[in-house]
C-alpha cells in the first residue's frame, strides 16, 4: 500500500511516501504555504498523484500525552484532509521528530537555507518511516 506522509506545520508542510511494498520511506517535498486551506488543497493533491491508499499526518502531542493547541491544529488539519482527499486519514504521535530530523541533517552536514528547505520533508519521512515498522509488527499488510 502507498501511504502519504504529512509533517504539517504553519509556513512549511513536509511530505514523504513510501513504496507499495511498505518498505521504505522517502521525502516527497515541501510545500511552503501560510494559508491552511491551500495547504489542505495542495496536500490533498499531492497525495493524489503519488496514488495514496492512507494518509498518516505527524499529532505533535505532549511529552505528558496530552494534546496541546498544536495537537488540535494537526487534527482539524487531517480531518479536513480525509474530507478534501477522499482518502483515509491516519493521526500518529510525531512527538521529538523535528529534533530526529534537525540530528539527521546535523551529521550530514546540511546547513542554512538547504538545511531549512529539507527538515520538514526528513521529518515527515520520520513520521512515515514509524508507521511502517508499527504496521510491520503488527501485521497490518
Known sequence: MIIFGVDFGDTRTGW??????????????????????RCVEQTAEAAKKARAELIVVGHPKNMNGSNGPRAEKCEAFAHQLEECSGIPVQLWDERCTTVSAHQILNVTDTRGKKRKAVVDAVAATIILESYLAYRKNQNLK
Open 16 to 37: 514523504a511516501v513510501c513504496d507499495a511494498y511498505e518498505m521504505m520511506a522517502s521525502p516527497a517535498g515541501v510545500l511552503t504555504e501560510r494559508s491552511f486551506q
